[in-house]
């Protein structure tokens, strides 16, 4: 199993950054592809960044060119840097992680969010 736990969320003004961080535990993350979510009140959950365990990545058109995601398996840590944060980022963002076990089992895990509001 890998558990995820968010971290780094907050008020930041438009134009501002944060960084967010996911801390995994668990024996699979090194093989694991990783992502951010996030999902406003009233609005259906969106992928923003995703990461293969190779260091592939992949960006909604929203966010690309202000986020990066990157990983560091020695630290079990998958973070989302977000510069040039707008209003429209307001959201709880999720850390997600795909990954099959031994057996070939696929499993999704999600940590429990992080809010980051971005507003004057």
């Known amino acids: 199993q890998v558990e995820l736990v968010e971290s780094g969320g907050g008020l930041v003004q438009p134009g501002g950054s944060l960084r967010l961080s996911c801390a995994a535990s668990?024996?699979?993350?090194?093989?694991?592809?990783m992502s951010w979510y996030r999902q406003a009140p009233g609005n259906e959950r969106e992928l923003v960044a995703a990461?293969?365990?190779?260091?592939?990545?992949n960006y909604a058109d929203s966010v690309k060119g202000r986020f990066t995601i990157y990983r560091d398996n020695a630290k079990n840590t998958v973070y989302l840097q977000m510069n040039s944060l707008k209003p429209e980022d307001t959201a709880v963002y999720y850390c997600?992680?795909?990954?099959?076990?031994?057996?070939?089992?696929?499993?999704?895990?999600w940590g429990q969010g992080t809010q980051v509001t971005v507003s004057s």
């Open positions: 668990g024996r699979y993350f090194s093989t694991s592809a």
């Open positions: 990461i293969t365990s190779g260091g592939t990545t």
């Open positions: 997600n992680a795909e990954y099959w076990d031994y057996r070939h089992s696929f499993h999704r895990s």
